[in-house]
């Protein structure tokens, strides 16, 4: 066979993939659930108190990020541990501009998310040529690195471990800053489910999905392994420098604590019991541990432990997470239905004659 025989290896496309192989588009319940979060923000100023306010805004402000990690995590298989790094970058960022150059808390917003994409631009280069436990190590000791040099500085540039305190929050006209964080942060978690969800379902996400499952074959149909996962990875840095810059003005103070490891854990622990597979799944299990961490709060020396058992149990009694357990329920009624209505068509004794002459080829006196 000569060279130019052989054809060259096409692109992958979405087409070129088992049906079911790529997560569901935002459809109706999607939609649905984008919708709902943005009806909270009418709801709650009228009906709830600040404290359930506060609450909601941490699930939007923790659901983006474990959201934007779960791109990478789970639908692009990468083991990436340094997550936030990129939260704590996108927080200092939108912090000092705020503090040392006066700049204004919504410029300072899309600048923290400039400079994680930045960063996860340059931490995914050389840890994409890494794999398993060496990409773990790697970025998590790019974490923990961040953070010493945090907590270590005496310069008084980053606060050291007092962190950046006197952050002013975020505001609208005709709107008190307690209402204007709440909308902005349901619209930016709504905006982060919708374009993770578009991005999945184009030929980008497609080709992630693709390496996911068996690099080789992906590889040899054209699909470029570099800059399809760095392009994930900026895209997953940037929504969590977001969160981060976010959390800095609704909190108005950032200290080197959000670069702790357990609150590394407790993120990744709510990808797990949501499920790495659904994006619903993901933020569900996020506002189960926030609820489940603030219902805790109060039981003193104990409240780690009840956690860690609740975490433990909830996995091993749903294996695949809320999501996993949704979708084996639905396939199991699926399945149910689907036998009920085999039945059904199945024809009777008397019918059997008759449903075999209808079966018949038609012949020529037929089709005339």
């Known amino acids: ?44 100023p009228a009906y709830g108190d600040d404290y359930y306010i506060g609450l909601v805004i941490l699930v939007c402000v923790y659901g983006t990020v474990t959201v934007s990690w779960n791109l990478v995590l789970g639908f692009g298989g990468l083991f990436t541990f340094g997550q936030m790094a990129f939260f704590a970058m996108g927080a200092y960022t939108a912090g000092l501009l705020s503090l040392k150059a006066g700049v204004p808390p919504w410029v300072g917003l899309w600048a923290g998310m400039a400079a994680a994409a930045v960063a996860g631009f340059l931490i995914g280069l050389p840890s994409l040529r890494l794999y398993g436990p060496y990409m773990v190590l790697f970025t998590l000791a790019f974490q923990q690195i961040l953070q010493i040099m945090i907590t270590t500085d005496t310069s008084g540039f980053t606060g050291g471990a007092d962190g950046l ?77 977001l969160a981060g810059s976010f959390y800095a003005y609704q909190t108005t103070v950032i200290t080197p604590s959000v670069l702790d490891l357990g609150l590394l854990v407790q993120l990744l622990a709510m990808i797990i019991i949501g499920g790495t597979s659904s994006m619903g799944g993901v933020l569900a299990g996020t506002a189960l541990l926030v609820w489940l961490d603030d219902r805790l709060a109060t039981q003193g020396n104990l ?59 038609p012949t020529a006196d037929h089709v005339a």
């Not at 409240?303 to 396939?331: F, Q």
Request: net charge neutral.
């Open 303 to 361: 409240s780690e432990l009840l956690y860690g058992a609740i975490i433990l149990a909830v996995v091993l009694i749903l294996p695949g997470g809320i999501s996993g357990t949704v979708s084996r329920v639905r396939g199991y009624f699926e399945t149910r239905l689907d036998a009920m209505f085999d039945e059904g068509d199945e024809p009777g004794e008397h019918g059997e004659g008759q449903a075999g002459e209808d079966r018949r080829e």
């Open 165 to 241: 305190v006197g952050l002013t929050g975020l505001k609208l006209p005709g709107l008190s800053t307690a209402n204007t964080e709440l909308y902005f942060a349901l619209v930016m978690i709504s905006g982060t489910l919708l374009g993770v969800g578009w991005l999945l379902r184009s030929p980008v996400g497609c080709a992630i999905q693709s390496l996911r499952d068996s690099e080789a074959v992906a590889v040899a149909h054209g699909v470029g392994r570099t800059r399809h996962r760095v392009a994930i990875f900026v895209v997953s840095a940037a929504l969590t420098g």
């Open 1 to 44: 066979m000569s060279v130019s025989s052989v054809e060259a290896p096409q692109p992958t496309t979405r087409r070129d993939l088992p049906r079911g192989a790529l997560p569901r588009r935002p459809g109706p319940i999607g939609t649905a659930l984008c919708v709902l979060l943005l009806g909270l923000g009418f709801l709650l």
